[in-house]
Protein backbone atom coordinates (compact mmCIF):
# COMPACT_ATOMS: atom_id res chain seq x y z
CA UNK A 1 0.00 0.00 0.00
CA UNK A 2 1.43 3.37 -0.84
CA UNK A 3 0.69 6.67 0.89
CA UNK A 4 1.65 10.09 -0.24
CA UNK A 5 2.09 12.36 2.44
CA UNK A 6 3.46 16.14 2.61
CA UNK A 7 7.08 16.23 4.41
CA UNK A 8 6.91 17.54 8.21
CA UNK A 9 9.33 17.45 11.16
CA UNK A 10 6.45 16.30 13.25
CA UNK A 11 6.18 12.87 11.65
CA UNK A 12 8.24 10.08 12.06
CA UNK A 13 9.49 8.18 9.18
CA UNK A 14 10.41 4.82 8.48
CA UNK A 15 14.28 4.40 8.58
CA UNK A 16 14.01 2.83 5.06
CA UNK A 17 12.70 6.54 4.18
CA UNK A 18 15.60 8.50 5.04
CA UNK A 19 17.15 8.59 1.55
CA UNK A 20 13.92 10.00 -0.02
CA UNK A 21 13.31 12.54 2.46
CA UNK A 22 17.24 13.61 1.97
CA UNK A 23 16.28 14.19 -1.53
CA UNK A 24 12.70 15.79 -1.27
CA UNK A 25 14.63 18.23 1.13
CA UNK A 26 16.10 19.86 -2.26
CA UNK A 27 13.14 19.38 -4.19
CA UNK A 28 9.51 18.76 -4.03
CA UNK A 29 7.37 18.85 -0.46
CA UNK A 30 5.92 15.70 -1.14
CA UNK A 31 7.51 11.74 -0.71
CA UNK A 32 6.23 8.61 -1.81
CA UNK A 33 6.76 5.71 0.40
CA UNK A 34 6.87 1.67 -0.23
CA UNK A 35 4.93 0.58 2.15
CA UNK A 36 3.21 2.01 5.56
CA UNK A 37 5.36 4.16 7.23
CA UNK A 38 5.61 3.26 10.93
CA UNK A 39 5.50 4.72 14.21
CA UNK A 40 3.66 7.76 13.90
CA UNK A 41 3.17 8.14 10.68
CA UNK A 42 -0.84 8.46 10.85
CA UNK A 43 -1.12 9.98 14.17
CA UNK A 44 0.98 12.19 16.40
CA UNK A 45 1.77 11.03 20.24
CA UNK A 46 0.85 14.13 22.42
CA UNK A 47 2.77 13.74 25.17
CA UNK A 48 6.60 14.32 23.25
CA UNK A 49 7.88 13.24 20.00
CA UNK A 50 9.95 9.59 20.15
CA UNK A 51 12.39 11.74 17.55
CA UNK A 52 13.55 14.99 17.87
CA UNK A 53 16.24 14.39 15.17
CA UNK A 54 15.32 16.52 12.02
CA UNK A 55 15.14 15.00 8.89
CA UNK A 56 18.39 16.77 7.33
CA UNK A 57 20.41 15.16 10.01
CA UNK A 58 18.89 11.82 9.60
CA UNK A 59 21.56 8.94 9.09
CA UNK A 60 21.75 5.16 8.43
CA UNK A 61 22.17 3.31 12.46
CA UNK A 62 24.74 1.05 10.74
CA UNK A 63 25.97 2.30 7.60
CA UNK A 64 28.41 0.04 5.23
CA UNK A 65 32.04 0.01 6.26
CA UNK A 66 34.73 0.91 3.55
CA UNK A 67 36.29 -2.39 4.10
CA UNK A 68 36.77 -4.01 0.43
CA UNK A 69 38.39 -7.25 1.22
CA UNK A 70 35.78 -8.21 3.86
CA UNK A 71 32.33 -9.32 2.49
CA UNK A 72 30.77 -10.46 5.51
CA UNK A 73 30.73 -10.71 9.15
CA UNK A 74 28.82 -13.13 10.84
CA UNK A 75 27.67 -13.05 14.29
CA UNK A 76 29.85 -14.49 17.22
CA UNK A 77 27.36 -16.83 18.61
CA UNK A 78 24.77 -18.37 15.75
CA UNK A 79 21.61 -18.63 16.69
CA UNK A 80 19.85 -21.51 17.43
CA UNK A 81 17.26 -23.09 14.92
CA UNK A 82 13.74 -22.22 16.58
CA UNK A 83 10.47 -24.13 14.36
CA UNK A 84 7.10 -22.29 14.76
CA UNK A 85 5.49 -24.83 16.55
CA UNK A 86 8.21 -24.39 19.28
CA UNK A 87 7.56 -20.97 19.12
CA UNK A 88 4.14 -21.31 19.53
CA UNK A 89 4.13 -23.63 22.39
CA UNK A 90 5.95 -20.50 24.41
CA UNK A 91 3.84 -19.31 27.16
CA UNK A 92 3.30 -16.85 30.14
CA UNK A 93 4.77 -18.43 33.45
CA UNK A 94 5.72 -17.63 36.83
CA UNK A 95 8.11 -18.97 39.26
CA UNK A 96 6.18 -18.99 42.87
CA UNK A 97 8.95 -17.48 45.48
CA UNK A 98 9.87 -19.70 48.02
CA UNK A 99 12.94 -18.19 49.78
CA UNK A 100 13.26 -14.71 51.13
CA UNK A 101 16.27 -14.42 48.16
CA UNK A 102 13.30 -15.22 45.64
CA UNK A 103 11.35 -12.91 47.37
CA UNK A 104 13.68 -9.73 47.12
CA UNK A 105 14.44 -10.47 43.91
CA UNK A 106 10.49 -10.35 43.04
CA UNK A 107 10.00 -6.61 44.72
CA UNK A 108 13.14 -5.28 42.52
CA UNK A 109 11.38 -6.74 39.41
CA UNK A 110 8.35 -5.35 40.15
CA UNK A 111 9.71 -1.52 41.08
CA UNK A 112 11.65 -1.93 37.46
CA UNK A 113 8.52 -2.71 35.93
CA UNK A 114 6.53 0.15 37.60
CA UNK A 115 9.70 2.67 36.06
CA UNK A 116 9.76 0.75 32.71
CA UNK A 117 6.15 1.99 32.16
CA UNK A 118 6.06 5.12 33.40
CA UNK A 119 9.00 5.68 31.39
CA UNK A 120 7.90 4.12 28.31
CA UNK A 121 4.02 5.45 28.61
CA UNK A 122 3.09 2.03 28.96
CA UNK A 123 -1.15 1.61 28.97
CA UNK A 124 -2.22 -2.35 29.28
CA UNK A 125 -5.72 -2.73 27.90
CA UNK A 126 -7.69 -2.74 24.57
CA UNK A 127 -6.58 -0.22 22.47
CA UNK A 128 -4.27 1.67 24.98
CA UNK A 129 -1.02 0.59 22.83
CA UNK A 130 -0.49 1.55 19.57
CA UNK A 131 2.45 0.72 17.29
CA UNK A 132 4.53 3.61 18.20
CA UNK A 133 4.35 3.04 22.20
CA UNK A 134 5.28 -0.17 21.60
CA UNK A 135 8.49 0.58 19.71
CA UNK A 136 9.30 3.03 22.28
CA UNK A 137 9.26 0.42 25.24
CA UNK A 138 10.74 -2.25 23.43
CA UNK A 139 13.53 -0.07 22.27
CA UNK A 140 14.02 0.72 26.33
CA UNK A 141 13.53 -2.49 27.37
CA UNK A 142 16.22 -4.15 24.83
CA UNK A 143 18.82 -1.41 26.01
CA UNK A 144 18.52 -2.40 29.92
CA UNK A 145 17.65 -5.87 29.23
CA UNK A 146 21.43 -6.42 27.79
CA UNK A 147 22.78 -5.12 31.05
CA UNK A 148 22.50 -8.66 32.86
CA UNK A 149 24.61 -11.04 31.11
CA UNK A 150 27.28 -9.04 30.30
CA UNK A 151 28.22 -7.75 34.34
CA UNK A 152 27.35 -11.48 35.24
CA UNK A 153 29.79 -12.59 32.84
CA UNK A 154 32.38 -9.87 33.40
CA UNK A 155 32.30 -11.02 37.02
CA UNK A 156 32.47 -14.58 37.17
CA UNK A 157 35.58 -14.21 34.25
CA UNK A 158 37.60 -11.88 37.14
CA UNK A 159 36.36 -14.57 39.59
CA UNK A 160 37.88 -17.20 37.54
CA UNK A 161 41.39 -15.80 36.70
CA UNK A 162 41.53 -14.06 40.75
CA UNK A 163 40.63 -17.35 41.81
CA UNK A 164 42.97 -19.49 39.22
CA UNK A 165 39.83 -21.45 39.11
CA UNK A 166 37.67 -22.67 35.99
CA UNK A 167 34.36 -21.42 35.54
CA UNK A 168 32.20 -24.13 34.90
CA UNK A 169 31.11 -22.49 31.25
CA UNK A 170 28.73 -19.95 33.29
CA UNK A 171 30.37 -16.90 31.00
CA UNK A 172 29.91 -18.25 27.84
CA UNK A 173 25.88 -18.23 28.38
CA UNK A 174 25.69 -15.25 30.40
CA UNK A 175 27.63 -13.35 27.40
CA UNK A 176 25.96 -15.05 25.01
CA UNK A 177 22.56 -13.86 26.66
CA UNK A 178 23.98 -10.18 26.44
CA UNK A 179 25.02 -10.69 22.98
CA UNK A 180 21.08 -11.95 22.02
CA UNK A 181 19.73 -8.76 23.92
CA UNK A 182 21.44 -6.70 22.04
CA UNK A 183 20.49 -7.88 18.51
CA UNK A 184 16.87 -7.37 19.47
CA UNK A 185 17.59 -3.72 20.20
CA UNK A 186 19.59 -3.64 16.60
CA UNK A 187 16.76 -5.18 15.53
CA UNK A 188 14.29 -2.66 16.71
CA UNK A 189 17.07 0.59 15.95
CA UNK A 190 16.36 -0.32 12.00
CA UNK A 191 12.77 0.29 12.16
CA UNK A 192 12.86 3.59 14.14
CA UNK A 193 15.08 6.57 15.20
CA UNK A 194 15.06 7.33 19.21
CA UNK A 195 15.79 10.87 19.48
CA UNK A 196 17.81 12.75 22.19
CA UNK A 197 15.17 12.47 24.98
CA UNK A 198 15.07 8.77 24.44
CA UNK A 199 18.69 8.38 23.96
CA UNK A 200 18.61 10.34 27.42
CA UNK A 201 16.64 7.93 29.17
CA UNK A 202 18.53 5.46 27.91
CA UNK A 203 22.22 6.79 29.46
CA UNK A 204 20.51 6.91 33.02
CA UNK A 205 19.37 3.68 32.82
CA UNK A 206 22.08 1.85 32.17
CA UNK A 207 24.44 3.82 33.87
CA UNK A 208 22.23 2.90 37.37
CA UNK A 209 21.50 -0.74 36.61
CA UNK A 210 24.72 -1.48 35.60
CA UNK A 211 26.28 -0.28 39.00
CA UNK A 212 23.45 -1.26 40.89
CA UNK A 213 23.50 -4.81 39.08
CA UNK A 214 27.26 -4.98 39.56
CA UNK A 215 27.03 -4.62 43.34
CA UNK A 216 24.21 -6.86 43.85
CA UNK A 217 26.10 -10.10 41.66
CA UNK A 218 28.78 -9.71 44.05
CA UNK A 219 26.81 -9.77 47.03
CA UNK A 220 24.46 -12.28 45.79
CA UNK A 221 24.71 -14.60 42.55
CA UNK A 222 21.40 -16.53 42.97
CA UNK A 223 19.53 -13.52 43.82
CA UNK A 224 20.75 -11.87 40.58
CA UNK A 225 20.16 -14.82 38.56
CA UNK A 226 16.27 -15.32 40.01
CA UNK A 227 15.92 -11.34 39.46
CA UNK A 228 16.59 -11.74 35.82
CA UNK A 229 14.68 -14.47 35.62
CA UNK A 230 11.54 -12.89 36.42
CA UNK A 231 12.46 -10.12 34.80
CA UNK A 232 12.00 -11.92 31.56
CA UNK A 233 8.92 -13.51 32.45
CA UNK A 234 7.51 -9.65 32.14
CA UNK A 235 9.16 -9.46 28.75
CA UNK A 236 7.79 -12.47 27.95
CA UNK A 237 4.11 -11.19 29.03
CA UNK A 238 5.02 -8.41 26.91
CA UNK A 239 6.14 -9.25 23.69
CA UNK A 240 2.49 -12.12 24.36
CA UNK A 241 0.81 -8.88 24.41
CA UNK A 242 1.49 -7.43 21.47
CA UNK A 243 1.30 -10.50 19.43
CA UNK A 244 -2.50 -10.71 21.05
CA UNK A 245 -2.58 -6.99 19.48
CA UNK A 246 -1.66 -7.91 16.54
CA UNK A 247 -3.92 -11.04 15.91
CA UNK A 248 -6.75 -8.57 17.23
CA UNK A 249 -6.16 -6.09 14.34
CA UNK A 250 -5.00 -3.27 16.74
CA UNK A 251 -1.95 -2.48 15.62
CA UNK A 252 -2.72 -2.64 12.03
CA UNK A 253 0.32 -0.85 10.65
CA UNK A 254 2.47 -3.94 11.86
CA UNK A 255 0.17 -6.62 10.09
CA UNK A 256 2.21 -6.82 7.12
CA UNK A 257 4.96 -5.11 7.82
CA UNK A 258 7.95 -6.75 6.83
CA UNK A 259 10.97 -7.97 9.13
CA UNK A 260 14.77 -6.39 8.34
CA UNK A 261 17.10 -7.74 6.61
CA UNK A 262 19.52 -7.99 10.03
CA UNK A 263 17.02 -10.19 11.77
CA UNK A 264 16.04 -12.60 8.44
CA UNK A 265 19.80 -13.08 8.89
CA UNK A 266 20.30 -13.31 12.43
CA UNK A 267 17.10 -15.72 13.08
CA UNK A 268 17.14 -17.40 9.55
CA UNK A 269 14.18 -16.74 9.03
CA UNK A 270 12.49 -18.85 6.03
CA UNK A 271 10.46 -17.06 3.45
CA UNK A 272 7.04 -16.44 4.19
CA UNK A 273 7.58 -16.34 7.88
CA UNK A 274 9.41 -13.06 8.24
CA UNK A 275 6.62 -10.55 9.46
CA UNK A 276 6.47 -8.39 11.92
CA UNK A 277 4.01 -11.00 13.64
CA UNK A 278 7.30 -13.35 13.09
CA UNK A 279 9.85 -11.83 14.58
CA UNK A 280 7.97 -10.94 17.73
CA UNK A 281 7.76 -14.55 17.84
CA UNK A 282 11.28 -15.17 17.59
CA UNK A 283 12.53 -12.51 20.43
CA UNK A 284 9.54 -13.82 22.90
CA UNK A 285 10.75 -17.24 22.40
CA UNK A 286 14.58 -15.50 23.28
CA UNK A 287 13.61 -14.07 26.32
CA UNK A 288 11.49 -17.43 27.53
CA UNK A 289 15.07 -19.06 27.06
CA UNK A 290 16.64 -16.42 29.01
CA UNK A 291 13.72 -16.87 31.57
CA UNK A 292 14.43 -20.23 32.09
CA UNK A 293 18.24 -20.01 32.43
CA UNK A 294 18.46 -17.41 34.70
CA UNK A 295 15.69 -19.56 36.49
CA UNK A 296 18.09 -22.76 36.74
CA UNK A 297 20.91 -20.95 37.75
CA UNK A 298 19.64 -19.90 40.38
CA UNK A 299 18.93 -23.68 41.86
CA UNK A 300 22.38 -24.17 40.75
CA UNK A 301 25.43 -24.23 43.25
CA UNK A 302 26.97 -20.95 42.41
CA UNK A 303 30.80 -21.58 42.49
CA UNK A 304 30.68 -25.34 42.24
CA UNK A 305 28.21 -26.49 39.31
CA UNK A 306 29.19 -26.93 36.08
CA UNK A 307 26.63 -24.79 33.33
CA UNK A 308 23.91 -27.55 32.58
CA UNK A 309 23.27 -25.07 28.83
CA UNK A 310 26.73 -25.99 27.54
CA UNK A 311 27.03 -29.43 28.86
CA UNK A 312 26.61 -33.15 27.58
CA UNK A 313 24.83 -35.61 28.60
CA UNK A 314 25.41 -39.34 29.06
CA UNK A 315 21.49 -39.86 28.12
CA UNK A 316 20.63 -37.50 25.12
CA UNK A 317 17.50 -39.02 24.91
CA UNK A 318 15.69 -37.83 28.07
CA UNK A 319 14.82 -34.08 28.45
CA UNK A 320 17.75 -31.26 29.56
CA UNK A 321 18.57 -27.99 29.34
CA UNK A 322 19.83 -26.92 25.91
CA UNK A 323 20.09 -23.52 23.66
CA UNK A 324 17.26 -24.51 21.66
CA UNK A 325 13.30 -24.93 22.36
CA UNK A 326 13.32 -28.25 22.20
CA UNK A 327 12.89 -29.21 25.91
CA UNK A 328 10.76 -25.88 27.52
CA UNK A 329 10.42 -25.02 31.06
CA UNK A 330 9.41 -21.93 31.86
CA UNK A 331 10.29 -21.76 35.93
CA UNK A 332 13.80 -23.30 35.21
CA UNK A 333 15.32 -27.01 35.74
CA UNK A 334 15.48 -27.93 39.96
CA UNK A 335 18.73 -28.30 40.68
CA UNK A 336 18.50 -32.49 41.16
CA UNK A 337 17.05 -32.43 37.87
CA UNK A 338 20.35 -31.31 35.52
CA UNK A 339 23.20 -32.55 38.27
CA UNK A 340 22.16 -35.89 38.95
CA UNK A 341 22.04 -36.29 34.56
CA UNK A 342 25.76 -34.98 34.05
Same mark, same amino acid.
Given at each position: ???????????? /??? $?? +? &????????? @????? #???????? /??? $?? +? &????????? @????? #??????????????????????????????????????????????????????????????????????????????????????????????????????????????????????????????????????????????????????????????????????????????AVLTYTREIEDIDAGRLPMWEKMQAPDIAIKYWNMPEGKRTMRDL???????????????????????????????????????????????????????????????
Amino acid at each position: MNCTRTLSTSNI /LPK $QS +A &AQVLKVLNG @SGAVT #FSRPAFVG /LQQ $QW +A &ARQFSTTKP @SNWKE #FFPAKDTPAIRETPPAWPHPVYTEEQMKQVEIAHREAKSMSDKVAVAFVRTLRFGLDLASGYRHGNGKMTERRYMIRNIFLESVAGVPGIVAGMLRHLHSMRKMKRDNGWMESLLEESYNERMHLLTFLKMAEPGWFMRLMVLGAQGVFFNAFFLAYIVSPRTCHRFVGYLEEEAVLTYTREIEDIDAGRLPMWEKMQAPDIAIKYWNMPEGKRTMRDLLLYIRADESKHREVNHTLGNLDQNNDPNPYVSKYKDESQPHPGKDLKHQKPTGWDREEVIGKL
